[in-house]
Each structure stands twice: as C-alpha cells, then as structure tokens.
C-alpha cells in the first residue's frame, strides 16, 4: 500500500508541477507586453526598497521573487508596500492550494447553479426568467421547455441580459437584448433565431437597476465591487475592495473589457481616482464628469457581508473573488462568483497595498509550508493551517 501511495503522490507531484509551470509562464509573459513593459519602466525601486522586499520573501517564503509585479503595482497606484503579492504566487500557489478541491470550485463558477448557494445565504441574485444548462431549457421554475415554449416566455419580455452561464471571463459573450414582438429590437435578430446562437448553457436575466449612489457615476453598466474573500484558520477575510466601472457606452464594466475600476473603503468612501489595466487614469468619471473622490456610496458593507455569507455557504472553497452590486431597492445583489483565475491584480493596483495585509507573513510561510508536504498530508494544514494539533 506504501508503494502505491508513494506512487500516486509522484504522479501527482509530476501534474502539479506542469501546471504550476504553465501559470507561472502565463503571468510571466504578460509583462513582454509592450505597454506592460512601459508602465514597469516608469518605476525605479530604490535599494531600501528592494531590501525590503527580500527581507520579506527571504524570511518567510524561503526566496527571492521578482520586483516586476512591485514595479507594476506601484506605478499604478503611485505607492510602495512590500508586501505586495506577485500574481506569480497567487493562482499557481495561493489559490491552488486554497481551492484545491477544485470539483467545488467549478460548480460554483457555474452561473445556474451559483443562485441556489445564494438563496441558502440569503443573498439575492437577479431575477432568471429563461435558462439552459448541457442543453435543457428551462424557465424560471426551472420546467422544462422545449425551444417554442422558452421563445414565448422571451418574445415580449423587453430588456435583458443575457450570457453564458460558464466561461463568461471579463464579459466574453454578455450582451443586452430587448424583445418585442418576437425581435430582438437592439440586433434585429428573431428571438427564436437569437436563441439557437446561444449554445447549451446560458441564462438571461433581468437587468439589475444600481442605486443612485452607483448608477449617477456611470448608469451604462451595472457597476459591481469586486470582493475577495479567504478562508482564513477560522475566518472569512476580506481582501480591499474595489468598484469597476463602464465607460464610453459599454454595458460591462470588466477591467479587461475597457472598464476602469477604483479602491472604495469600507465605509464606501471613493478613493481620488480611478485607473484601467493599462494604467489610464482618472480623477473625474469622463462621461459623466463625477469627481470619485467626492463620492460615497453608503450600502457597501451589504456587498461584503453578502459575500462574507455566501462564502459560508461554500467552506469547501479557500478564496472566491465575488461581483456584487447594490440595486435600486438597496440590497445587495450577487452577479457572478469566480472561483479560478483571481484578479489580486485588481484591489493592488487600486489601493496600493498589499491584499493579505498584517497575514502576509502568514501566508507566505503556509505557501513555502504546503509545497513541502505531500498531497495526501495537505488536508491537514487547509485553509492556512501551520501547525496541527
């Protein structure tokens, strides 16, 4: 038995190490990118600052990493903290580890399962009115329909979002439709026509309106706080919060996608400005002219409690990055959860610090921990464990 156990560790040691390798390339091409690259020249560390960056590392990680994403994060947000975390750690290690039960993580990801978790948390989503999941149609009772019965609950339904309900990364595949008559009034498409591009899985929902406090910022999209959390020991911890925002007429707000986004606090104070990927900046919002540093939007402890118990629901997970929003009615409404391929990029950037804060030492030294233990032994030291009973 021995033998055998001995066996199935290399065997998954030897895949492990393929895709830590592979992410690891991921992060590190990005920065051969040539606008990447200018932002990353802008920034000179100095040697204080660099000493302290390894002190860091050296002393709880157990070696050096590059300064490339220090570079990138203080360019971006105009401060250095080193305990900023690379993203050259954070899904090949931090989040490998922490979502390793990874048949929970996709499940979640999924955007027709993910409401029944909310409606367990009490956290409201918005309202379905037609689905498909591996091709079975269904309404917002979740009966089964065949294609002519869901084009009758779509024909007249008016506006709707619609998108996939798996792999809709950075907005990929998400559109608004508003039917009428049958037609699709904004692609001119026949509702029926529209329906048989839409693949097996997807849902269409309603259009979720924000609060004023949102909406008088940028109405064009529904503007959502990224919220991270982690299972830390015997907490849920969130990590700073950030708002991404639509601009220039998108209806997605995705910082992929061309949205800007900006660290909010958590008594939902605006910080002064508001940056994009690629390091645009802005003090006013340049459709609406809203200066970010004057506004406050009241209701953003709703978004993180929300995410607080929605990552209750699902313990068996270590680190969600949760897209709420609060609705007109003031409620805190969940969009979507991403359980693979977090953006740690995102509040670092935005807040310029560190998104583990006064637990980085912490983290650090479980990450050099959990690479040393066998698979079979990690259980044990789950959630940022060190020691064991």
Known sequence: MSILRKAKDAVKLAIEKCLV????????????????????????????????IDKLYLENYGSKIPYTWHKNFMAHSGRFDEKYFPELL?????????????????????????????????????????????????????????????VEIIKNVGKVFIKPSVDSCSGRGCFVADFKEGRDDISGKFAVDLLRTLGGDFVIQECVVC???????????VNTFRIITYRWKDEIIHMPVIMRIGRGGNFVDNAHAG????????????????????????THHPDTNVEFGKVRIPLVAKAIDA?????????????????LTIDS?????????????????????????????????????????????????????????????
């Open 21 to 52: 390798y592979r992410q690891r390339r991921a992060e590190i091409l990005k920065f051969k990118d040539p606008e990447r690259v200018k932002i990353n020249e802008s920034v000179e560390l100095t040697k204080e600052q660099q000493a302290a």
């Open 90 to 150: 954070f899904i090949p290690e931090f989040e490998h580890f922490m979502n390793s039960q990874t048949h929970y993580a996709k499940v979640l990801a999924d955007k027709n399962v993910v409401p029944f978790f909310a409606d367990a948390a009490n956290v409201r989503t918005p309202k379905v009115i037609l689905s498909s999941s591996c091709g079975m149609l269904r309404d917002a009772e979740l009966n089964k329909l065949n294609e002519e019965e869901a």
């Open 211 to 221: 609060h004023s406090s949102i909406s008088e910022i940028y109405s064009g999209a």
């Open 259 to 282: 949205g800007m986004f900006i660290a909010v606090d958590d008594d939902g104070m605006m910080h002064e400005k508001a940056i994009t990927e690629f390091n645009l900046q802005f």
């Open 307 to 323: 995410a607080k118990r929605m990552h209750a629901a699902v313990p068996q997970i270590g680190v969600v990055n949760w897209d």
């Open 329 to 389: 009615s003031g409620d805190a409404v969940l969009i979507e959860a991403n359980t693979l391929g977090g953006s740690v990029w995102l509040p670092q950037m935005a807040h310029g610090c560190g998104p583990f804060g006064e637990h980085t030492e912490e983290v650090l030294q479980w990450l050099k921990l959990m690479k040393s233990v066998k698979p079979r032994q990690r259980k044990q030291y789950a959630f940022g464990k060190i020691a064991t009973e």
